[in-house]
């Protein structure tokens, strides 16, 4: 099941703030981001240089 896609990093502007997730690995059968391995939330040890955009799709489960 693929839910997301990885985007190339001049597809968003390097970010600021908090870094959230670093070393996130998927295999492409996640439900969710949260669901790949990564560092401790809030974790890591890089910088905005290393920032990379996530697109994810909702599939839709039809009309109730």
Do not use: Y
């Amino acid at each position: 099941m693929h839910n997301g896609e990885f985007l190339a990093r001049n597809e968003f502007r390097q970010g600021s703030g908090a870094i959230w997730l670093d070393d996130v690995q998927c295999t492409g059968v996640e439900l969710t981001i949260e669901n790949c391995t990564h560092k401790q939330w809030g974790k890591n040890d890089c910088g905005h240089s290393e920032d990379v955009g996530v697109v994810c799709n909702v599939k839709s489960k039809g009309t109730p």
